[in-house]
């Protein structure tokens, strides 16, 4: 076989495998599924939240169980302090909310101990009465990626496997910015509401029937009860839903006119 030749086999296989691993990485393992969780997850923050009325066969919860502020080369944790009443068969995630220069104004170290510390207050709320997953919110700067990164391979590898780690994503990230490709989690929920700058121009892009170009933040979205959004949802994905008050009885009208069954 000639060069040519040999060129245009090298090639042709380099385009076969490029196809596969692209598949792969859309089709990757998603333990929120595997663990059987309802479509519809209600964002309970910090305020008294009382679920135990709303039907745990549709839907879980995914409360406040702590802040965790990176300040200087120290973390600051601030366990919640509102009661949370659920029905013994729901399906909880417990969300850790991340803070940093952003809301400190205060630029942190990042080092590997502040890592450490951050891993072993996550995996406390696993230990909470009947948690079964995880979720980090953390609205990293660029300059604290890496540092994310890291946390969350150190996550994954310490957790059980059968337990789901979740994040969340600012819409732009999903839309054009790449960082979040491979991380090691099960899902990148991208936050569809209070986008700022970014409202109007992501919104038309979804309502054109665009899709999020990273394949983690294909799996479910984020939206806000009180705000307006005239996209379709892809009924396969999981949908999880902020309240920007205690959740009542009456909003499950609210949801059943906005949310498909």
Request: hydrophobic residues 45%.
């Amino acid at each position: 076989m000639n060069l040519g030749k040999r060129l245009l086999v090298m090639l042709a296989a380099l385009a076969i495998a490029t196809f596969f691993s692209a598949k792969t990485k859309t089709l990757s393992r998603n333990r929120i599924d595997e663990n059987g969780f309802p479509r519809i997850v209600l964002w309970a923050w910090e305020r008294p939240e009382d679920l135990s009325t709303f039907d745990p066969q549709r839907f879980a919860v995914a409360f406040l169980a702590q802040t965790l502020i990176l300040k200087g080369d120290d973390v600051v944790l601030t366990p919640r302090h509102q009661p949370l009443k659920v029905r013994p068969e729901a399906k909880l995630i417990a969300v850790t909310r991340i803070e940093s220069q952003k809301t400190t104004g205060e630029r942190p170290a990042l080092i590997d101990l502040q890592r450490q510390k951050l891993v072993m207050l996550i995996m406390r709320t696993l230990e909470l009465k009947n948690v079964s997953a995880l979720q980090i919110d953390f609205d990293a700067a660029s300059s604290e990626r890496l540092f994310y990164r890291s946390l969350l391979q150190e996550l994954r590898q310490k957790l059980p496997d059968k337990v789901p780690l979740s994040m969340t994503a600012l819409a732009s990230f999903c839309v054009g910015d790449r960082w979040l490709q491979d991380l090691p989690v099960d899902e990148a929920v991208p936050m569809i509401f209070r986008m700022g700058a970014d409202d109007q121009a992501i919104k038309r892009f979804l309502s054109n029937r665009e899709d999020f170009r990273e394949p983690l933040c294909q799996r479910s979205y984020g939206i806000a009860l009180d705000e307006p959004f005239e996209t379709k949802f892809d009924t396969s994905r999981r949908l999880y839903i902020f309240n920007d008050r205690s959740w009542i009885t009456s909003d499950v009208a609210t949801l059943a006119e906005r949310v498909p069954r």
